[in-house]
């Protein structure tokens, strides 16, 4: 099973910026799109972000511009650069692999946008 394991998450002022990272056990992660999910209270966890493992991305328009996905295979993580942060953006983020894999979610990581 691979364990993913989210930090960077904080309190931050509109227009901020905050960098996430996501470290994952196991050589499976170089083989697999990975993805930056994001779970606002009373919403459904929805996609933001996602990487193939050649690198190729895709972006919700909601952070199209603002958001860059990036990922380091020889460390086996995955990063969420977030600028331009915005209020809506308040949320727990998790990463996992995309298709989400159900035994892999972990803790997430807090994210608050607030003046």
């Known amino acids: 099973q691979v364990q993913l394991v989210e930090s960077g998450g904080g309190l931050v002022q509109p227009g901020g910026s905050l960098r996430l990272s996501c470290a994952a056990s196991?050589?499976?992660?170089?083989?697999?799109?990975m993805g930056w999910y994001r779970q606002a209270p009373g919403k459904q966890r929805e996609l933001v972000a996602r990487?193939?493992?050649?690198?190729?991305?895709f972006y919700a328009e909601s952070v199209k511009g603002r958001f860059t996905i990036s990922r380091d295979n020889a460390k086996n993580t995955v990063y969420l650069q977030m600028n331009s942060l915005k209020p809506d953006d308040t949320a727990q983020y998790y990463c996992?692999?995309?298709?989400?894999?159900?035994?892999?979610w972990g803790q997430g990581t807090q994210v608050t946008v607030s003046s």
């Open positions: 990487i193939t493992r050649a690198g190729d991305t």
């Open positions: 196991g050589s499976i992660f170089r083989i697999n799109t």
């Open positions: 996992n692999f995309v298709p989400p894999h159900g035994p892999s």
